[in-house]
């Protein structure tokens, strides 16, 4: 037995106190001894473990002593010595509180040794009840405090002898005294505010029934009105019967009224968000709508005969042009930067030509201030990585942009280096070093916030909002990527950015995989008739040529009448539509198409030509009737693929039919383990999940064309292409595609005409199915 135990004896014979102290010597414990010939009130008894008391002091007995004992309140455990077995005697003494007796002259080490591990468990017992029954009288107590501070209480019913129990806080909350009434159902009932007595009596209902409830409703009290929330929990017995219901009542008026509140405030700022998001919308079209022409026109500059001098500089125009319409998007989409659902890419591309790209249209702002402006590339680095290039482009540009505004004398420069390379990924540090005015301390902690500028007169000597590094410093978050900053005001700054891309193996690489040429599109498109409805005339002047080029013929209507009157007296293959228009905007007309017109016209198929930089807005035109859209600014190629998808069809006067030839374009062999291998930066849960859906998706394909239900392939197809999307399988999305226009757009015979391609969608998931298997046994 370890420590140290504290023994007190209080006997008047010597020869006893010997006899116990020789017992103890070889007991086994260590103890503290303290002796006492007669009984003292000044004795502080709680300081020991345990007491020795002999039966018979002068005066008095150890029955009356031991009751003195307790009755100031020490629980010590205290064991009696007598000189005879009385039973008689010892009976009273358990009674009085003794904890043990011993007869004197069976005193030994052995029944001392026994003795002391009894006190001493008993002991603790004591001590546990004791700490019990504290924490019990805290508890109750800070229980009451909570149910106080949140307005709690508890109650209780029970049914069988008719009693009811409340809480301290339950007369708190009706507002009652606790010794002016008794507690009752009634009594509850009465404070019901009246218009609620029936929903509350709907909810009692189901408790009876056995059923938990939880709801909220109004009582009257003697203030006023107050909202509280009810919570029943039945009781049943073994017999099934219901025995209780126990309960919570809680004040939750100051929530309901901040609901309220809250409920106000979030009208009025949905209101208010309206108004900014049309004014974002309007303001992204008027200036979306020039850069379309701008960036379409560069592009038609570009193919015609010019100098290496003259193409460097429109290479430059149109390059700026491309990262002004990333920092437009981002600038006036604020819903989405603020909210966080700026999207991360990834693409194949050569950073060593993106960076020194950058480099050269930054040149000409920093030659004019006399400053220098280079490029320091570690030529050990991989050139073509994967990764968000339009991304990095706005990251890098903005910095540079901000290093030569702020830098009169000097120059900046550009450092690309690798940090460190692991398996597929390479981290890349980006440092841009100025010479310039430099950051106060001050500011460096508070530089990327949004609107924040380093001084009170940066906006008035050099411009800008103050947002471009709060964007930077979003979109390198977004990135899972770092930026620092380390600047000395009056001597400059300097900026690094760390950003790990996908390594791409070069003879792999597809980045620079042969683009359909202008006389690929020219072959299928010629004669393709298009009617153009476009307010804006530089746009119809770029579409025109466009158009021309892939040997389209046209018609170019400036709003949605003339569209529609163009409609009435010919027939076209594909209407391209402007969504803002005047007199009848692009939504208007083709609801007017769709509902109005007689076929065919009512079944052309019509791409929206969008300069909203919204994601709704492309709801909005499948809504509005529309088959598919196109965002300007848009590149020629996009226009021409978005064309032929939906006139690439030897017979266009059954809508959307797909022909063999298309067909057979997927029945070819190809690699579904690649594009499978190409998404090895999924989780492994994701392709498991895929692995179970595959099979499923096949048998509900089956069932349903075996029962022809047409709705359950269009709707099962939609859930493919949502779930494969990450793997991006084209053959798989474009099949996907076509068979659900197939469905909007075929006749009565619809599942004739998809009887095919659902057969070579079936034998793609099956082949996709394999894949996945394969490549979840080697993962494991």
């Not at 929903?199 to 909202?227: E, P």
């Not at 158009?547 to 163009?566: F, T, V």
Request: overall charge negative.
């Amino acid at each position: 037995m370890n420590g140290l135990i504290k023994l007190l004896v209080i006997d008047d014979d010597a020869a006893d106190r010997l006899q116990l102290k020789r017992a103890l010597k070889n007991c086994g414990f260590t103890y503290e001894l303290s002796e006492y010939e007669a009984f003292d009130i000044t004795i502080d008894f709680s300081a020991f473990d345990c007491i020795f008391l002999d039966y018979l002091l002068p005066g008095e007995n150890g029955l009356s002593l031991l009751k003195k004992i307790r009755d100031t309140g020490i629980k010590t455990p205290i064991v009696i010595f007598t000189s005879q077995g009385n039973e008689n005697i010892a009976v009273e003494l358990m009674k009085a509180g003794a904890s043990d007796y011993i007869v004197k002259n069976a005193i030994t080490s052995q029944s001392m040794a026994q003795v002391l591990r009894n006190m001493l468990q008993i002991g603790e017992m004591i001590r546990k009840k004791d700490e019990a029954e504290k924490a019990l009288c805290i508890s109750e107590a800070r229980l009451a405090e909570a149910q106080h501070i949140a307005k709690f209480g508890n109650w209780e019913f029970d049914t069988i002898h008719n009693r009811v129990h409340f809480s301290e806080e339950v007369y708190n909350i009706l507002e009652l005294e606790k010794h002016e009434v008794v507690p009752s159902l009634d009594l509850y009932r009465n404070h019901i505010y009246e218009e609620d007595k029936a929903f509350v009596k709907a909810n009692v209902a189901q408790a009876l029934r056995g059923a938990r409830v939880n709801y909220d409703h109004r009582i009257q009290t003697r203030a006023g009105i107050k909202y509280i929330n009810i919570q029943i929990y039945p009781s049943q017995g073994q017999d099934g019967t219901l025995q209780k219901f126990i309960g919570i009542i809680q004040d939750i008026t100051t929530r309901k009224r901040a609901e309220e509140e809250i409920l106000k405030a979030r009208e009025l700022t949905e209101n208010l968000m309206k108004v900014k998001e049309i004014f974002l919308a309007n303001m992204s079209h008027e200036i979306r709508t020039p850069m379309n022409a701008i960036l379409g026109f560069t592009r038609l500059l570009f193919e015609t005969n010019l100098s290496q001098e003259q193409k460097s500089f429109v290479d430059a125009i149109h390059f700026s042009g491309e990262n002004l319409l990333v920092i437009i998007n981002d600038i006036l989409d604020l819903s989405k930067i603020q909210s966080g659902k700026m999207t991360i890419e990834k693409y194949e591309f050569n950073v060593h030509e993106l960076v020194k790209g950058i480099i050269k249209v930054m040149q000409p702002r920093a030659q004019e201030k006399g400053l220098t402006l280079i490029d320091k590339i570690d030529a050990q680095i991989i050139p073509i990585v994967k990764g968000d290039p339009v991304r990095l482009n706005q990251i890098l540009t903005n910095l540079i942009s901000n290093a030569i505004k702020f830098t009169e004398k000097g120059g900046v420069t550009v450092e690309l280096s690798s940090l460190a390379s692991e398996g597929i990924y390479e981290l890349f540090e980006f440092r841009i070093q100025d010479s310039g005015i430099g950051i106060p301390e001050d500011k460096q902690s508070v530089i990327f916030d949004d609107f924040v500028q380093a001084s009170d007169d940066t906006t008035r000597k050099y411009g800008g909002t103050g947002l471009g590094l709060s964007i930077v410093k979003k979109l390198v978050t977004l990135q899972k990527g770092k930026i620092a900053l380390q600047s000395t005001p009056g001597i400059g700054s300097t900026f690094t950015v760390h950003l790990t891309f996908e390594k791409v193996n070069i003879k792999e690489s597809v980045s620079s995989a042969a683009i359909p040429s202008l006389s690929d599109f020219a072959e299928k498109l010629r004669g393709t008739t298009v009617l153009v409805a476009e307010d804006n005339t530089l746009n119809q002047a770029l579409v025109k040529k466009i158009l021309e080029k892939a040997g389209c013929q046209m018609d170019i209507a400036s709003n949605g009448l003339e569209a529609i009157h163009y409609l009435q007296n010919k027939v076209y293959d594909v209407v391209l539509m402007d969504v803002q228009m005047p007199e009848m905007d692009g939504y208007e007309t083709t609801q007017y198409i769709r509902n109005e017109m007689a076929a065919p016209q009512c079944n052309i198929p019509i791409i929206a030509m969008t300069a909203h930089a919204f994601g709704d807005d492309v709801s909005r035109c499948i809504s509005a009737g529309m088959n598919d859209y196109i965002s300007k600014p848009f590149k020629a190629e996009t226009l021409y693929l978005k064309l032929l998808k939906y006139t690439e069809s030897p017979d266009k006067s059954e809508a959307g039919l797909l022909s063999e030839q298309v067909m057979a374009s997927y029945t070819m062999d190809f690699s579904v383990d690649k594009f499978i291998a190409d998404s090895q930066n999924l989780p492994v849960d994701f392709f498991e999940i895929l692995e179970r859906e595959t099979p499923v998706y096949i048998a509900a394909l089956q069932h349903a064309v075996e029962n022809r239900d047409l709705q359950s392939v269009k709707s099962i197809c939609t859930q493919i292409k949502s779930s494969f999307s990450l793997l991006k399988i084209i053959q798989l999305d474009h099949l996907v595609d076509d068979l659900i226009f197939l469905m909007e757009n075929g006749q009565t015979n619809a599942f004739e005409i998809i009887h095919k391609p659902l057969d070579v969608l079936i034998s793609l998931l099956a082949a996709v199915n394999h894949a996945l298997k394969n490549n979840l046994k080697r993962s494991r």
